[in-house]
């Protein structure tokens, strides 16, 4: 059992607005922990994972879908917003999840996907029968060209036509995903009402808040315009999307009139929380028009890091810059690998040290102002699994092999323990997607057992933030530095943590300002609790927290 919940713990856990400044795990279900035998990951392997996670020092989790769903998108395909999908479990599994969180001292928060549903939910099956029935104006449905195609040019995330045609209705249905994802036509306020009820019946039901789904995709343009071309060249694209740019099919500004209706509904449950994923080349109008005021929600995180090829210091600072605290501005959060994306180690880890930048990852995320998004599995360090192509199971990963990633390798399952069959997640002989065997040097027993290891480091890491202020809710300053270098001061009352990361390829000499000249190490990315002198260079890939603690 964890140990009791510490008093900055407490504190966090009564503050109505214990989100700023929380750190979250993100749980994938299933690929998290096996309790049934079947392969697949499920709620109660969650309860059994709740005192690890607790034990790591982070503040809440976000559970990743697990509702009624054909799993063709393994989830994000809804087909009741109000029930357990079998294969995870039952309401009694979610309620032992919300009750036993609770105890440690964890907020929940789950997925809403209010963008689009499963062709299987009972909404789309009533729509799709004819023009004339209550719910014929519940999803994305046009009439064709003269010539028999499509309405508009928009192309699907997944590849191919947004628009597929449909013969009950003989229109043309809009999806901005896969075929089987139809989008709802979130304009129309009866449907706004019945997502809004979705969201009343999951906060009744405890939960402490949503991370809100493909938002920006949630309106389109009812004049169905043609998107114009992003000019990309042929060999820099993996999918037609990405040769639009996509002004029509999403991020209408309707958008915003919505999420105050979402927010309202939100505050009828004190101290809950809304954080929105804002895809796209240039989120950043959107994720501050999402987020403005005291009205919308209350953060929100694009995909500055969770893409990215390299980390840079440029990219940090670029990001940091667009986020000053000025007045009405809305709360960032930040993820640098989550269930879409491949792995931040494999990305980061240009000369192979993967121990080191997972450490150094961590330590600048955690140093960020804003909300920490932990992934599964990156407090262990793990590397993107390798996925044979007949093993892939994500549809993405399947139409672009194997000129990307994919998604199957940033999921495949948990390793527990090291010498266990599956790595501890299943008993069962084969899972829902096969563990990576290069992933057993990482599993929880073995880095349990290792003061040294990137585990040890996580919980070291994040308890000393916990001691912080000016870490959580702090502000932050930017400071003048050489390329490779990026460095800020955070600062909350008397509480200022200096944070300096060397993310080029050499060493580099940096001084910091001369009132920090005396101050002391708090953390390197090789080790908590340091004390030392700050260096006078600093080696690449490397990075460290510092605080004046005394004359």
């Known amino acids: 059992m964890a140990t009791a919940i510490g008093a900055a713990a407490a504190a966090i856990h009564h503050d109505p607005q214990?989100?700023?400044?929380?750190?979250?795990?993100?749980?994938?279900?299933?690929?998290?922990?096996?309790?049934?035998?079947?392969?697949?990951?499920?709620?109660?392997?969650?309860?059994?994972?709740?005192?690890?996670?607790?034990?790591?020092?982070?503040?809440?989790?976000?559970?990743?879908?697990?509702?009624?769903?054909?799993?063709?998108?393994f989830g994000y395909d809804v087909a009741d917003y109000c029930g357990i999908d079998p294969s995870f479990g039952s309401f009694a599994d979610f309620d032992r999840i919300i009750e036993k969180a609770h105890a440690l001292g964890l907020k929940v928060i789950i997925d809403q996907v209010y963008s689009h549903t499963s062709d299987e939910h009972a909404w789309f099956a009533e729509s799709r029968q004819d023009r004339t029935n209550p719910k014929a104006d519940w999803y994305v449905w046009a009439d064709p060209k003269p010539d028999g195609s499509p309405p508009s040019n928009w192309q699907s995330v997944f590849g191919g036509s947004a628009w597929q045609w449909d013969g009950p209705r003989k229109q043309y249905y809009l999806h901005n995903f896969l075929t089987s994802q139809p989008d709802l036509n979130v304009h129309n306020v009866a449907v706004q009402d019945a997502l809004l009820d979705v969201a009343r019946f999951w906060l009744a039901r405890g939960v402490d808040g949503f991370r809100l789904d493909a938002l920006n995709f949630s309106m389109h343009d009812p004049e169905l315009r043609d998107n114009p071309p992003s000019g990309l060249p042929l060999n820099q694209v993996t999918r037609p999307f990405d040769m639009q740019v996509k002004r029509y099919n999403q991020s209408h500004p309707d958008i915003a009139a919505f999420l105050e209706r979402i927010r309202a509904t939100i505050d009828e449950f004190p101290g809950r929380f809304t954080v929105a994923e804002v895809g796209g080349p240039e989120p950043l109008a959107e994720m501050k028009a999402f987020t403005h005021g005291r009205k919308r929600l209350d953060s929100a995180y694009n995909f500055d890091f969770l893409y990215a090829p390299r980390l840079t210091a440029q990219l940090v600072r670029a990001t940091l810059s667009q986020w000053s605290g000025e007045p009405d501005e809305g709360w960032p959060s930040w993820a640098f690998s989550n269930h879409d994306a491949p792995r931040a180690v494999t990305r980061w880890a240009s000369d192979g040290d993967h121990a080191r930048a997972a450490r150094v990852s961590l330590l600048l995320l955690l140093g960020l102002r804003g909300n920490p998004i932990i992934y599964q599995g990156e407090e262990l360090g793990l590397p993107q699994g390798e996925v044979a192509f007949e093993d892939l199971?994500?549809?993405?990963?399947?139409?672009?092999?194997?000129?990307?990633?994919?998604?199957?390798?940033a999921r495949t399952p948990m390793p527990w323990q090291a010498n266990a069959p599956q790595a501890g997640f299943s008993r069962a002989n084969r899972t829902w997607l096969k563990p990576d065997p290069a992933h057993s040097r990482f599993a929880v027993d073995r880095q349990a057992r290792d003061p040294g290891s990137t585990l040890a480091y996580a919980r070291q890491i994040l308890g000393l933030r916990r001691t912080l202020p000016a870490l959580i809710r702090g502000s932050i300053a930017l400071l003048d530095t050489p390329d490779d270098i990026v460095a800020f001061i955070r600062q909350e009352g008397e509480s200022a943590v200096l944070c300096a990361f060397n993310l080029g390829d050499v060493p580099c000499a940096w001084s910091p300002p001369a009132n920090w000249q005396n101050a002391r190490v708090l953390a390197t990315q090789s080790a908590v609790g340091d004390d030392s002198a700050m260096p006078d260079v600093l080696a690449p890939g490397t990075g460290y927290w510092a605080a004046i603690t005394g004359e």
Do not use: C, K
């Not at 400044?21 to 749980?27: C, D, E, L, R, T």
């Not at 607790?54 to 509702?67: E, N, T």
């Not at 994500?394 to 990633?405: F, G, K, R, S």
């Open 393 to 409: 199971r994500d549809p993405e990963a399947i139409a672009n092999w194997p000129h990307t990633l994919g998604r199957d390798g």
């Open 18 to 73: 214990w989100w700023r400044g929380a750190v979250i795990y993100q749980i994938y279900p299933r690929s998290f922990r096996d309790t049934t035998g079947d392969g697949i990951g499920d709620l109660a392997g969650i309860v059994e994972g709740l005192d690890y996670i607790a034990d790591l020092g982070v503040d809440g989790v976000w559970i990743s879908p697990f509702f009624t769903s054909p799993m063709r998108d």
